[in-house]
């Protein structure tokens, strides 16, 4: 278990002694040289792409964790982008390196592509809402009669464009996203996300947790060889649901940050900068499905 109590959380971190490449919803990113970054995963939280203004205290620590633990597990599967590099040799200073100490990855500098990798196997979230008007998910028809949380006939993957910092991502079609970067690297991605997310999803379900949906994303090295990038499988980016609960025709009970976002839906808030303070018992109900979803996976 990661120690998440009585600490002050981290909301951005001040590393001086690195510059700083960019600030992104949850993460830092510092250069460190011109073959590696340092990432480092903040307690800030999103939801519908707005930075909440207060923190999850220790977010950012069981976020690491997890993606650390997929990481390993996909190794065989497609290299990463991790290097094993002591973070001592990187940030040198006490004070700094404690702001990354267990919440920070050491990558390798990679050309991204600018498309996210979804993969979805029940019908929940923009998908639900793209069924009842169309009865399609990003373009794949689908059998009349679906509920909500339905397992969906066959996995589907519906990529996206990457937005900007506070705008909305856009679903594409498959063929759109061939035509921005060429069919045979998106077909490689396609390939590898659906492969990635069945074994998940397989493990995941042997531990009482369903991943409902997923997102991954991927850059090049020199060599223009494919290879995962971010953070993978964790509550922020997919949904993770109480399989033992789930129940077709009702919103799941979660593990990730929809807990977040069913209380944002209670509020009289446009879903528009600057968020609302998030409360005590949200923070503190949102950290224990974190934890509950890591001591599931990696025990």
């Not at 920070?104 to 639900?128: D, F, H, N, Q, T």
């Not at 506070?166 to 759109?176: A, L, V």
């Not at 944002?264 to 005590?280: A, F, I, N, Q, S």
């Amino acid at each position: 278990m990661i120690a998440t109590e009585n600490q002050p959380g981290l909301h951005s971190s001040t590393i001086s002694s690195l510059k700083l490449h960019y600030r992104g919803k949850v993460r830092d990113i510092y250069e460190i040289d011109e073959a590696h970054w340092l990432i480092i995963a903040t307690d800030r939280v999103s939801a519908f792409d707005v930075i909440m203004p207060n923190v999850i205290p220790g977010k950012g620590k069981l976020l690491t964790a997890l993606a650390n633990f997929w990481f390993a597990r996909v190794q065989p599967m497609i290299p990463n982008h991790l290097v094993n590099i002591p973070l001592e040799t990187i940030l040198p200073d006490p004070d700094e390196r404690a702001q990354a100490e267990g919440r920070c990855m050491i990558v390798k500098r990679l050309k991204p592509v600018p498309m996210e990798a979804v993969v979805r196997g029940y019908l929940i979230g923009s998908g639900w809402k793209d069924y009842l008007a169309t009865g399609a998910v990003c373009g794949h028809a689908l059998p009349a009669g679906l509920q909500q949380a339905d397992q969906l006939p066959k996995v589907l993957f519906t990529p996206a464009t990457k937005a900007a910092l506070g705008d909305h991502d856009e679903n594409i079609s498959f063929d759109t996203m061939a035509q921005a970067i060429g069919f045979e690297l998106a077909d490689d991605i396609r390939r590898v996300s659906l492969a990635l997310y069945n074994d998940a999803a397989s493990y995941a379900r042997k531990r009482g947790i369903i991943i409902a949906d997923t997102k991954f994303e991927f850059g090049q090295d020199a060599a223009g060889n494919l290879v995962l990038m971010d953070e993978i499988l964790t509550p922020d980016s997919s949904r993770f649901w109480e399989a033992d609960t789930w129940q077709p025709g009702t919103s799941p009970a979660s593990y990730d940050k929809q807990f977040v976002r069913d209380w944002l839906e209670t509020l009289d808030w446009d879903k528009t900068p600057p968020g609302p303070e998030v409360p005590e018992d949200v923070i503190q109900g949102t950290l224990s499905r974190y934890q509950e979803a890591l001591d599931r996976l990696t025990r």
